[in-house]
Structures are given as structure tokens and as C-alpha cells.
């Protein structure tokens, strides 16, 4: 049983390129999650999906797209990556549905982004 | 809006010292509060939780309770160990009968060192 997983591990890009974040989940999960971790700042929502086919915006969704691609998959994709975004993203799953607020949520092991 | 605010860290400790972490929160009706905790080059995995007012959460002898009257969820435990060197981080998911779909709203963490 992985639970989370994500790809890549590290990724360092120049201002401009394009990337995608994988995250998978083997729990059988209705909701998946992307955060991203900066310095004395916690972890911050970038956006959301409560189940297959929908997603949602967070805290923080400028510069960001994300796929629910099926139950299991949910992507992260930069289009244009800018220092700002140099940051640790985590990817998270929970069983929560709409009115969820006692779930917990696993987490993966993070993707660590640079942005030259 | 929901927000999490917690001490400013870091806090250092030597071994079998009592720790108390200070977590208050801001959010409407009722919501669930968590402590997750984050190791070294690590995702995060959730330590304890508590969904209604005046409950208690415990594992691996940390504590919290959900002190509604005083929105606040301190974490303590009675005698650190150096295993217990990570980062923690309050956080808190919407009320019941809501729509938060379980997204959770982080404190900014909180890095504990505890020396031998």
C-alpha cells in the first residue's frame, strides 16, 4: 500500500518553462489536494478536487492548472514557472466529502521546485 | 475567512522537558482542529485530532483539546525525546454541514528541536 505518490522528487526549471506534477493515490479517496510549503508561511491550498471530473480553486491558484485525470490521479501543471513559485508542493488525499471536516488528510513526500 | 495561528518557534528543548505548543484559531461555527507533524525531508502525517469542543486528542504523548471558549488547541507533552525534533503545525477544516470538502487551513508551523 504506497499511499501518496508524487513525481518528481526535485525539479529545477528556468523562468518561463513548463512543468507537471503527478500525484497518485491507492486509498480509494474522493478528494485530493495540492499545497504548496514556503518558510514561516505553513502549507497553502492551491486547489482542490472533491471527486473525479471536478476541481476547485484554493488559496493560491494564480499561475497554477490543475487534472483530475480519475479517482486515483490529480495533476499540477505551471505553464510558465516564475521564482515565485520556487517552493515545496505537497500533494494530500481524504475520504472527505462535501461537508468533510473530520478527515484526515495523508500527504506525499513533496516535490521540491526551483525556478532559476 | 478561517485562520490558524500559532507560536513562534523555534522552540529548543533538551530531552524530558515539557513542551507546550500554542495553536489559536479563527473560524466560524465548529470547526475540526489537527496537529500534524512533518520529519526531516518528509511529507506530513497527522499526529491528533479532535472534531467537537472539549474533546482531547492524544498520541504518542502529545495532547491537545479543543477549548472552544478560548479558540485555541495548545499541544503538549510531558517529556520530549530527540525523535520528536520535526516541524508542527496546527491546523483546522470546516464545520459540519458545510462544504469544505475537508480542505484544511494551516498554522505556519512550528520547528522544535530537542537536544540530548
Known amino acids: 500500500n504506497a499511499g501518496v505518490t508524487q513525481t518528481p522528487k526535485f525539479q529545477v526549471l528556468k523562468t518561463g518553462q513548463s512543468m507537471t506534477l503527478q500525484c497518485a493515490q491507492d486509498m480509494n479517496h474522493n478528494s485530493m489536494y495540492w499545497y504548496r510549503q514556503d518558510p514561516g508561511m505553513g502549507l497553502r491550498l492551491i486547489y482542490y478536487s472533491a471527486s473525479e471530473g471536478t476541481t476547485d480553486k484554493g488559496e493560491v491558484p494564480n499561475g497554477y492548472n490543475v487534472s483530475r485525470l480519475n479517482k486515483r490521479e490529480f495533476s499540477l501543471r505551471l505553464e510558465s514557472a516564475a ?14 466529502t462535501v461537508a468533510g471536516g473530520g478527515n484526515e488528510q495523508f500527504f506525499g513526500p513533496g516535490t521540491r521546485l526551483t525556478v532559476l | 475567512g478561517n485562520s490558524v495561528t500559532q507560536m513562534e518557534g523555534p522552540v529548543t528543548l533538551s530531552e524530558e522537558a515539557f513542551l507546550t505548543i500554542n495553536c489559536t484559531y479563527t473560524a466560524t461555527g465548529y470547526p475540526s482542529l489537527f496537529w500534524y507533524v512533518q520529519y526531516p525531508g518528509e511529507g506530513l502525517q497527522l499526529l491528533l485530532k479532535a472534531t467537537k469542543a472539549d474533546d482531547k486528542g492524544s498520541n504518542k504523548g502529545f495532547e491537545a483539546t479543543y477549548r472552544k471558549e478560548t479558540t485555541s488547541f495548545h499541544l503538549e507533552k510531558g517529556s520530549v525525546q530527540v525523535s520528536d525534533s520535526a516541524v508542527y503545525f496546527c491546523a483546522l477544516s470546516g464545520s459540519a454541514g458545510g462544504t469544505s470538502y475537508g480542505k484544511l487551513t494551516f498554522g505556519q508551523g512550528t520547528i522544535l528541536t530537542v537536544h540530548p
Open chain 1, 83 to 96: 521564482p515565485s513559485q520556487t517552493s515545496v508542493y505537497f500533494c494530500a488525499s481524504s475520504e472527505a
